[in-house]
């Protein structure tokens, strides 16, 4: 039973660029979250998909959106790149029917923008 | 806002020694869990706790959730190498449940052999 995927792995920018990060939740889940953890820090939310939709957002710009596919994966879109938008990001999936439940994480991107 | 705070940020120990790390929260939550991070690795779910005052326990690990539902601990007995990593707690955030979470920073434990 496979986990949570993300890809890629590692991923350096320069500022300006626009990035598409891609994630595959965990067999069975349907929602998928995605955040952003700089160093030293705890994950921050950014938003949570489920049928295809937004469904809750952190405090993040417009500058980042996503979307989730019918089959359940999501891709994080980062537009206008920043320095401060290094940062590692997870994707956690879990089922919908137990969403206040645990949240299974993926490896993460490490991006870096230059 | 909303908002989780831990308490320490590090924490060095000798091998054998006992680690508590502390939670707390700005608001109510219906709900706390515990993840741990090693290093260059991601957060690994450990528990929740849901009701008032509950304390669960995995082996040398134990969690509390305060009767208030504000704050809460783990308290790791007799440290191994193997618990190096970074201990968060995590709530709910916003009064609807949708399964976001809002992290507190973390608390770093190293442990000496």
């Known amino acids: 039973d496979a986990g949570v995927t993300q890809s890629p792995t590692h991923l350096i920018k320069t500022r300006g660029q626009q990035v598409t990060l891609r994630c595959s939740p965990k067999?069975?889940?349907?929602?998928v979250s995605w955040y952003q953890q700089a160093l030293g820090q705890g994950p921050q939310f950014i938003f949570q998909?489920?049928?295809?939709?937004?469904?809750q957002r952190g405090n993040f710009p417009d500058r980042f959106s996503g979307h989730q596919f019918p089959n359940y994966s999501s891709e994080l879109n980062v537009n206008a790149l920043l320095l401060g938008d290094s940062a590692l990001y997870l994707c956690?999936?879990?089922?919908?029917?137990?969403?206040?439940?645990?949240?299974?994480f993926g490896p993460g991107t490490r991006l870096t923008v230059l | 806002g909303q908002q989780v705070m831990q308490i320490p940020q590090y924490q060095h120990v000798q091998e054998g020694e006992d680690f508590t790390t502390y939670c707390n929260s700005s608001?109510?939550?219906?709900?706390i869990q515990w993840y741990k991070q090693r290093p260059g690795g991601h957060p690994v779910f450990l528990i929740q706790?849901?009701?008032?005052?509950e304390v669960k326990k995995q082996k040398r690990l134990t969690f509390q959730f305060g009767e208030a539902k504000k704050n809460s601990s783990l308290h790791i007995t007799a440290t191994q190498t193997t618990d190096v990593g970074t201990y968060f707690c995590?709530?709910?955030?916003?009064?609807?449940?949708?399964?976001?979470?809002?992290f507190g920073q973390g608390t770093t434990l190293q442990v000496k052999p």
């Open positions: 995590a709530g709910p955030g916003g009064s609807s449940n949708t399964g976001k979470l809002i």
């Open positions: 956690a999936s879990s089922p919908r029917v137990a969403t206040l439940g645990a949240q299974y």
């Open positions: 608001t109510t939550l219906s709900n």
């Open positions: 998909y489920y049928e295809e939709e937004e469904r």
């Open positions: 706790l849901v009701k008032s005052g």
């Open positions: 067999s069975g889940h349907d929602t």
